[in-house]
């Protein structure tokens, strides 16, 4: 089979200047409406919660919460990640708890830099895995995350309807 | 699971396309460079348009070019017209002694199995497919 190259650049995803910075308490009001924009719940109470534990996190904490704004601080995205260790046998590694970028600004490198941001911060704390969850129909996560090199692992996610 | 050839040929039309997306291609030039049969490709390649991945240029030089987003399509969306996803279990029309609840037990195994597939089958994007083609080859 002969060799396919596709050119990427021609596929209309200019990249966007951004900066990436560690969440503060007055990025709240924008998170929680770049969540419900995405989403289309209103979930105040979950990331004013997630905001306490990660926001001013300390390197000690392994936990992080990053931003994405553009030149004139408009946040176009967000990351939150955390080292977790040892549930079910698993030697500590980097978990995405969540990642979201402002569906106007999509296809433009904003997630990659996050996550490259985010892995950098778990390369430093000697982490060699990352890890995250996602629902099996949400086609727009999965894809990117696989894009970004990440594949099945070896655990399973399993649940039960407990009503 | 088994891809159907339709499937195969689905996948080295769309990518042959993707490649190239400003230019057109004939039926005969992609079964040409993949040697394959120009009849059963130009079924698939109808198939294609319908579903949108691929666009029809009709005139001098016409043929076909891509019409989605490698950053976007995925596996699924190119093959899922000429698959089906639902496992095969041949079952008799009569069942006894313990056959119903094994029969039904396998039933919920073979839903998740075919969700697990389809899952994966719809993450994968065209370029990341290229992408693992190209790691796997230098790999050796």
Not at chain 1, 59 to 71: E, G, H, I, P
Not at chain 1, 73 to 90: P, T
Not at chain 2, 32 to 39: K, V
Not at chain 2, 128 to 139: A, D, I, M, S
Request: hydrophobic share 40%; charged share 25%; aromatic share 6%.
């Amino acid at each position: 089979m002969s060799s396919i190259k596709i050119d990427t650049a021609k596929m209309n995803n200019k990249k966007i200047a951004i900066s990436i910075r560690q969440v503060s308490k007055a990025d709240s009001a924008a998170i929680v409406a770049l969540d419900a924009e995405i989403t289309g719940a209103d979930k105040s109470a979950y990331w004013t919660d997630i905001l306490d534990r990660f926001a001013g996190s300390d390197q000690r904490m392994q936990r992080y919460f990053l931003v994405a704004t553009s030149a004139d601080d408009e946040l176009l995205g967000f990351i939150v990640g955390e080292i977790r260790a040892w549930e079910f046998g698993s030697p500590p590694c980097g978990w995405v708890l969540a990642l979201n970028v402002s569906p106007g600004h999509r296809e433009r490198g904003i997630g990659e830099s996050l996550l490259d941001a985010l892995c950098a911060k778990f390369r430093h704390a000697d982490i060699t895995t990352l890890r995250t969850m996602v629902l099996g129909n949400d086609k727009v996560n999965l894809s990117f995350f696989r894009g970004e090199g990440l594949a099945a692992g070896p655990y399973i996610e399993l649940e039960k309807r407990l009503d | 699971m088994k891809l159907q050839k339709a499937s195969r040929y689905a996948l080295y039309a769309v990518l042959h396309l993707a490649s190239a997306p400003d230019k057109q291609h004939s039926t005969a030039e992609i079964a040409e460079e993949y040697g394959i049969s120009i009849h059963h490709l130009a079924k698939v390649m109808r198939t294609l348009v319908r579903s949108g991945l691929i666009e029809s240029v009709r005139g001098v030089g016409g043929g076909y070019r891509f019409a989605g987003n490698v950053r976007r399509t995925t596996l699924w969306d190119v093959i899922h017209e000429f698959e089906s996803l639902e496992s095969d279990m041949e079952s008799p029309d009569e069942l006894s002694g313990n056959a119903e609840i094994v029969i039904s037990g396998l039933d919920n195994v073979n839903r998740e199995i075919d969700g697990l597939i389809r899952s994966t089958l719809d993450s994968i994007t065209l370029k990341t497919l290229l992408r693992y083609g190209v790691e796997n080859l230098e790999r050796g």
